[in-house]
Nanobody
Framework: QLQLVESGGAVVQPGGSLRLSCAAS????????IGWFRQAPGMEREGVSC????????RYSDSVKGRFTISADIAKRTVYLQMSSLKPEDTGVYYC???????????????????WGQGTQVTVSS
């Protein structure tokens, strides 16, 4: 079993930055794909970014490319999502997920992940 806990969500003004953390316990993070998703009220869940902890290969959705950076600290069993130049449309609950999957040019869809965190709220508002 792998447990994931997100943290770092907050209220931030447009143009601001936040760093989200996804801390894993129960198993090592090696050889997992870790994905970040978000869901705004009334909207479908959206894939934001993913990283392969074994290959360190990151992918981003077009909506966040150039503004968000995903990274993994295997020793700390933590995956980070550094978010910059935040926009109101970035508002939502952000979830991290882990799956024993591989991927190509795009991140795996949500159903490919086996473990999910409880989410952390990000609100971008003036």
């Amino acid at each position: 079993q792998l447990q994931l806990v997100e943290s770092g969500g907050a209220v931030v003004q447009p143009g601001g930055s936040l760093r989200l953390s996804c801390a894993a316990s129960g198993r090592a993070l090696d050889y997992w794909a870790i994905g970040w998703f978000r869901q705004a009220p009334g909207m479908e869940r959206e894939g934001v970014s993913c990283i392969s902890t074994s290959l360190d290969s990151a992918r981003y959705s077009d909506s966040v490319k150039g503004r968000f950076t995903i990274s993994a600290d295997i020793a700390k069993r933590t995956v980070y999502l550094q978010m910059s130049s935040l926009k109101p449309e970035d508002t939502g609950v952000y979830y991290c997920a882990a799956g024993a999957v591989t991927y190509g040019s795009t991140c795996p869809r949500g159903r490919a992940y086996d473990y999910w965190g409880q989410g952390t709220q990000v609100t971008v508002s003036s």
